[in-house]
């Protein structure tokens, strides 16, 4: 038990910024009624720019209210899911919260994913509609019947450009693959012919706080990627937690760059959601590589820049880094991924900007804990501390019962407000994450005696390549499926600009042959673009345990040992 104290001390909040509280009394107010109040306070501030195009807050809210009722006429009602499978566009924002206006469950989807992981998607929600991109329509169309949807609502890129883009767009856009034609089909739209067709008046049923929000897809160690439940209360409480946490940024007054991709939860929470909380203009960058990062950085002067490690190292080691003013940036966040002190110290030189790193997963919405951000010490090299109303301990692996020593390793579980709901449809795999109101991370952490923390090990093999989580049984199992393959075992590889890459080890069966470029090439129509090995390496045979299991440790000690020898 005397041990236990030492994470029932709290000994995190000493290192709170001035104005930072331990409690937060929280608003129970949902996503939807927080853009209507936002644009109210803020009607004619713009909301999302994209390449120049602005909606201001009261257009944001007009078209939200659209297209939540030409949902509500395709027959979406409270507590039906409807999937969004885009890029960091202005109907990407507006969708979400059209969904979420009628009690409807929003499902956001990689649009880097097979046609095969998104059936699977698709269907454990149950998505009734879909919205997305031209250059998607055609896949989704040919996939629609093995799945429940039925209507599907298209975008192009070029629906919200600025003059002269705009005119210039339809005769460049197929010609650099940015557009493409949608065959006709039944039950399939046009965007802009559906706000356009639609009033403002949508249904309002009575959404409790605590119902279901979104199921949003993580990847699964066992290769079958898991729908998080967050409710109405994660999302908004997971905001209000974000607001206390960074009390120097005010609402109204700052720019945030939408780079992280909204489909994943980072990018939903510090991107999206606490841009509308805090009425302020979003930057969306679809396609976040370093020119149109810097590019955005340099036009748009935002102030805010929630971003993952290779973000940040792909600007630094870009050309046009040089001809970038970047000191608009004042704060950046980044998490996902480990970040290098010496990428830090550069970026922080470069820009003026303080980055903090933070640390988070699907199921809590995400964020847990963060570097104090002024005024507070920040510890390179630490994922920081607890946020306000979080509780975390570092409990033994074996029964996850006993709080280990100062600076023992262990595995990290935390509590707070915005912790999910459970697995959809899983409740063993619900129970085994949940237990007694803790969620049990699966990452190994240390904490020091001013109680922050750090990730030491993932419990789980994930591989982070880009900020995209990858699981190695994922890989293996398309492997698998190739008729020359016997046997294969995935590992991330370490790479300078991605943080990771994927290593696969193969072995054939008796007397086949098979090049990398062939297994490569059989990989591209199953596994996401991010997923696709770097390297394959051709054994005779793989290391084993007793029982058969292919050792999937000792392979990356392996690498690792050659490659130090280099």
């Known amino acids: 038990m005397a041990e236990e104290s030492i994470y029932l001390k709290k000994p995190w909040l000493k290192s709170y910024e001035k104005g930072v509280p331990e409690r937060i009394s929280y608003e129970e107010i949902c996503m939807p009624d927080i853009l209507d109040r936002t644009a109210k306070q803020f009607p004619d501030k713009p909301a999302l720019i994209f390449q120049g195009y602005s909606v201001t807050y009261r257009e944001l809210k007009d078209m939200v209210d659209r297209f939540a009722t030409c949902l509500a006429d395709f027959g979406v009602r409270q507590g039906d ?13 507006v969708a979400y919260f059209a969904i979420l206006r009628l009690g409807a469950i929003t499902v956001m989807n990689n649009p880097l994913y097979s046609d095969r992981e998104l059936e699977h998607q698709f269907n454990d929600s149950g998505s009734k509609v879909l919205v997305t991109l031209d250059l998607l329509g055609n896949r989704m169309i040919d996939l629609r019947p093995k799945t429940k949807i039925k209507q599907i609502v298209y975008t192009s890129i070029g629906d919200y450009l600025p003059f002269p883009k705009s005119m210039l767009f339809p005769l460049v856009g197929k010609k650099k693959k940015l557009a493409a034609d949608v065959k006709p089909a039944p039950d399939v739209y046009k965007w802009k012919d559906c706000v356009a067709k639609y009033g403002p008046n949508p249904p309002r049923p009575k959404i409790g706080f605590e119902d279901v929000a979104m199921y949003q897809y993580t990847g699964g160690t066992t290769g079958v990627s898991k729908g998080v439940m967050l409710t109405h209360a994660n999302l908004s409480k997971q905001i209000q937690q974000a607001e206390a946490w960074f009390p120097v940024f005010k609402k109204g007054a700052e720019i945030v760059l939408g780079a992280l991709p909204f489909f994943h ?13 805090m009425g302020w203009p979003d930057v969306l960058v679809p396609r976040p590589q370093p020119e149109p990062l810097l590019e955005a950085i340099g036009k748009f002067k935002p102030t805010f820049a929630p971003l993952v490690p290779t973000m940040y190292i792909g600007m630094l080691n870009h050309p046009d880094l040089k001809k970038t003013d970047m000191s608009c940036l004042k704060g950046c966040f980044s998490g996902s991924a480990p970040l290098p002190v010496e990428v830090i110290h550069e970026f922080e030189r470069v820009t003026g900007a303080v980055i903090v790193e933070g640390f988070g997963m699907t199921e809590t919405t995400p964020v847990t804990h963060v570097n104090p951000f002024a005024g507070g010490a920040r510890k390179v090299g630490s994922v920081g501390v607890p946020i306000s109303d979080t509780e975390a301990r570092i409990v033994d692996l074996e029964t996850g019962l006993n709080d280990m020593p100062l600076g023992k390793p262990g595995e990290l579980i935390v509590k707070g407000p915005q912790i999910m709901k459970g697995y959809l449809n899983k409740p063993d795999e619900t129970a085994y994450t949940l237990r007694n109101g803790w969620c049990f991370t699966g990452d190994i952490a240390t904490m020091d005696e001013d109680g922050y923390f750090y990730i030491v090990d993932r419990k789980k093999d994930m591989i982070i390549s880009g900020g995209f989580n990858i699981y190695p049984r994922d890989i293996d199992e398309v492997f698998y499926e190739h008729p020359k393959v016997q046997e294969a075992c995935s590992i991330g590889i370490p790479d300078p600009k991605r943080g990771e890459n994927v290593k696969v080890f193969v072995v054939l069966k008796e007397g086949e042959t098979a090049t990398q470029a ?24 793989l290391p084993k345990s007793t029982v058969g299991k292919v050792l999937r440790k000792e392979l990356k000690a392996q690498e690792m040992e050659k490659r130090k020898k280099g």
């Open 81 to 93: 899911a409807v999937a969004i499978l885009l890029p960091n566009l202005i109907p990407c924002v």
């Open 265 to 277: 939860v980072f990018g939903m929470t510090t991107a999206m959601n606490f841009a509308v909380h």
């Open 518 to 541: 062939e297994l490569i090439e059989f990989c591209k129509t199953k596994l996401a673009t991010f997923k696709l090995p770097a390297e394959i390496e051709f054994r005779k045979e």
